[in-house]
């Protein structure tokens, strides 16, 4: 399998970070694709397999760790993409809230 699990929600509280921008603040850091919980249950294989998919967006998929578990929640087709080519990890912003 490639993630922990797949769901379909934000179980998570609103961290309140929306534009690129309030991202740019979390410094990236390695995950295990295997460690992460998604929050989207579908991907768009426009987004997964156009050249240009980070062109106007944040090169690092953004994940929140909440309650001892990794989520998804920006960057599945990014996730996917690396799991295609056989990496087990990728580096991505992850914003802790207690």
């Known amino acids: 399998?490639?993630?922990?699990?797949?769901?379909?929600?934000r179980p998570y509280p609103d961290h309140g970070l929306e534009s690129t921008m309030d991202w740019s603040?979390?410094?990236?850091r390695v995950v295990q694709l295997g460690e992460l919980i998604t929050t989207k249950t579908t991907l768009d294989l426009r987004d997964l397999l156009a050249?240009?998919?980070?062109?106007?967006?944040?090169?690092?998929p953004h994940c929140v760790e909440w309650e001892g578990q990794l989520y998804l929640e920006d960057g599945l087709h990014r996730a996917l993409r690396a799991a295609l080519q056989q990496r087990p990890?990728?580096?991505?912003?992850?914003l802790v809230l207690s």
């Open 1 to 9: 399998m490639i993630f922990k699990a797949v769901g379909d929600t």
């Open 89 to 94: 990890v990728l580096h991505a912003r992850v």
């Open 51 to 60: 050249d240009d998919s980070t062109f106007y967006g944040d090169l690092f």
């Open 25 to 28: 603040n979390v410094a990236p």
